[in-house]
T-cell receptor, first 116, second 112 residues
Framework: ETGVTQTPRHLVMGMTNKKSLKCEQH?????MYWYKQSAKKPLELMFV???????ENNSVPSRFSPECPNSSHLFLHLHTLQPEDSALYLC???????????????FGPGTRLTVL | GEDVEQSLFLSVREGDSSVINCTYT??????LYWYKQEPGAGLQLLTY?????DMKQDQRLTVLLNKKDKHLSLRIADTQTGDSAIYFC????????????FGKGTRLSVIA
């Protein structure tokens, strides 16, 4: 596997389900990101992990819970989602030298999530 | 303004040139990027330009940067049907600790 991979590619879930999205990067990067892409909206940053520590949480609802066990893996745990959470969830990685320095990000193919 | 602005749609004929425009927000942004998203796929980094450059050319792609007006453009020469996609402009701001800030994307449709 090369680059950034995400599984599953498509997910349909009910509002009472619990599921997890998985992201893996094979680029040796030290920062990983979750983005939400909804129709007609700019890409929204959800979470950033830099050097395995979460450095940002843009007021994302608590029904989204990230986990970064190591620099290569990133999870997004989902529970009691709402229909408006249906979107494409993109994972990205980059190599950061720490602090305020963020370099270009490489994206995975995304998980298309539909909440019924 | 706070947003990176792009036109939402662009339609061109195959073989013509496409020009996708973007207005960014932070005059101290150091890098500006163009990403491409094909249907059902994630974002692919196409090219980027450092803020001290006016132009960057890479095969069929030409990026022009006007720092005074905070205007970025992507020109695709000899546009092909395979170029049909959504193109996102993004800036790396030099202030704060946010990663790339993206525009809403321009949907390019190439007519055969």
């Amino acid at each position: 596997e090369t680059g950034v991979t995400q599984t599953p590619r498509h997910l349909v879930m009910g509002m009472t389900n619990k599921k997890s999205l998985k992201c893996e990067q094979h680029l040796g990067h030290n920062a990983m990101y979750w983005y939400k892409q909804s129709a007609k909206k700019p890409l929204e940053l959800m979470f950033v992990y830099s050097l395995e520590e979460r450095v940002e949480n843009n007021s994302v609802p608590s029904r989204f819970s990230p986990e970064c066990p190591n620099s290569s893996h990133l999870f997004l745990h989902l529970h009691t989602l709402q229909p408006e959470d249906s979107a494409l969830y993109l994972c990205a990685s980059s190599q950061t030298s720490g602090g305020l320095s963020y370099n270009e990000q490489f994206f995975g193919p995304g998980t298309r999530l539909t909440v019924l | 303004g706070e947003d990176v602005e792009q036109s939402l749609f662009l339609s061109v004929r195959e073989g013509d040139s496409s020009v996708i425009n973007c207005t960014y927000t932070d005059s101290s942004s150091t890098y500006l990027y163009w990403y491409k998203q094909e249907p059902g796929a994630g974002l692919q980094l196409l090219t980027y330009i450092f803020s001290n450059m006016d132009m960057k050319q890479d095969q069929r792609l030409t990026v022009l940067l006007n720092k005074k007006d905070k205007h970025l453009s992507l020109r695709i020469a000899d546009t092909q049907t395979g170029d049909s996609a959504i193109y996102f402009c993004a800036e790396r701001r030099n202030s704060g600790n946010t990663p790339l800030v993206f525009g809403k994307g321009t949907r390019l449709s190439v007519i055969a």
